[in-house]
């Protein structure tokens, strides 16, 4: 079934139809859609654990608009927006520690 609705979720409209309704979304899913499924997940106020194991998976493959994870520097953590906060430590050891440092010191900057 998860392959079925990947199938359908292969547009850029219909994945905009979809809104937030990807926050139901079952892990397996997420993994099958194409990887724009991603900007939806942005607007979910939570992801549960398997949710956010699927969204770094599918971050992994490195076909998204966002690259392979060591190839992210400090604007690609920040578009990220509020996924960034799913990120497990798979995923961010991939990530540049120097890209890594930089995102840090934008938020502390943003809270000084």
């Known amino acids: ?8 979720l292969s547009t ?9 309704l990807v926050c139901d979304m079952e892990p397996e899913t997420i993994t099958a859609s194409d990887p724009g499924i991603l900007e ?3 607007l979910c106020p939570a992801l549960t654990g398997d949710q956010r194991d699927a969204l770094n998976a599918v971050l992994l493959r490195g076909d998204t608009v966002y690259g392979d994870p060591s190839s992210w520097d400090l604007q690609t953590l920040q578009s990220l927006g509020p996924l960034v ?13 120097a890209a890594r ?3 840090g010191r934008s938020i502390a900057a943003m809270y000084s």
Not at 12 to 20: I, K, P, S, V, Y
Not at 85 to 97: I, P, R, Y
């Open 1 to 8: 079934a998860a392959l079925i609705i990947g199938a359908v």
């Open 12 to 20: 850029t409209e219909q994945r905009a139809d979809l809104g937030a």
């Open 40 to 42: 939806n997940l942005k």
């Open 85 to 97: 906060l799913a990120l497990n430590q798979t995923t961010l050891s991939f990530v540049a520690e």
């Open 101 to 103: 440092e930089a995102f």
